[in-house]
């Protein structure tokens, strides 16, 4: 069924977090978030989100980068043009058109789920998705004190996440673990992200990390070096998990192909979409290797594409997907995303397009700017 895009409307809305998130490389408290609403020749609308944050601290790139790429280079090749099917979409975008990913990924996505309310069918089953439940972790800022750190995570087992990932990096990481440790025992669900904040001189002080029973150490390293990455992992028992450095399926194949890693948090931003992150999966899948659902701290439009994504087979481990109450006092979606007591997270198979429907007038009260992309 081809569908034809009219128009792409960016907006930018502005929303706190209930509390700052800090990680290695910033800390984000008023997140400045691109939506985009992209409707087709026939009226038929989808909302999407882009998952670049205000600095270029996690990626190159930014809410501001992003809003240029799309109006300047991304929108002008789908707009008005006929779209086949939302699985290629990624492969116009990719010739002759360097990074700008999470700018790709959010129009990329949009499309996927205009597909799904032109089908009348949820964006769960055009995906392929098999799951009901997905289960979910929370990713926890660094924070002041070891004992401030130990009292966030009981608090979070006590909701029943499934996954407690802890953000560290260097002077605050062995002595937050080692507290950690001792006071809830070794085989509490933990696992430590340190968004590339070592390097090879720490290859000795990362080995002390293999005493915490760690379920895995996500990008210890930086973004662009599966090399060391794999020098690294031959001298640990605790898997590594990349995150930043896998940015499309030839990455994921070089993790496995060096053993730079045997986890992989996949996001679909980071990768350019949807059907990158499903390519990655089936690889990963077919090497063995477990995958889960990363998270960047999304609203409930981001998160609704989360959702589906991580109910494919192969999302084995729980994915940063935290319920919306973890990050905003409300969201824009309704119903809003909740998590129950097992710490598991309902996708919504039945209701056709992403699952949720969005606050418009709530979404208006919080945008700062906006503006409607044409083919003319
Ligand atoms: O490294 O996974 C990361 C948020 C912003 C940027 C990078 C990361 C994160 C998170 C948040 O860990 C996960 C979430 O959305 O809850
Ligand atoms: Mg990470």
Redesign the pocket.
Known sequence: MTLKLRSISLREIQMPLLEP?R?SSGTASLRRILLLETMDVDGVTAWSECVAGEKPY?SPETVDTAWLAIKQWIAPRVLNKPISSPSIIHQDLDTSLRGHRMAKAAVEMSIWGLTAERERVSLVSLIGGSRHKVATGI?IGIQKTPQQLLEKIREALGKGYRKV?VKVQPGADLDYLESVRAALGQDAPLMA?A?SAYTTADFDHLTKFDQFNLMMIEQPLACDDLVRHADLQRQLTTPLCL?ESITDVDRADDMLRLGSGRIV?IKAGRVGGLATAQAIHDRCASAGVPVWC?????SGIGRAYNVALASLPNFTLPG?I?PSSRYWKQDIVSPEWTMDTAGLLTVPHESPGIGVAVDRDYVDSLTVRSEILTAD
């Open positions: 998130f990680i996690y990713s990932k992200d968004n995150d948090n990363g998270g960047m701290l999304e940063d935290s």
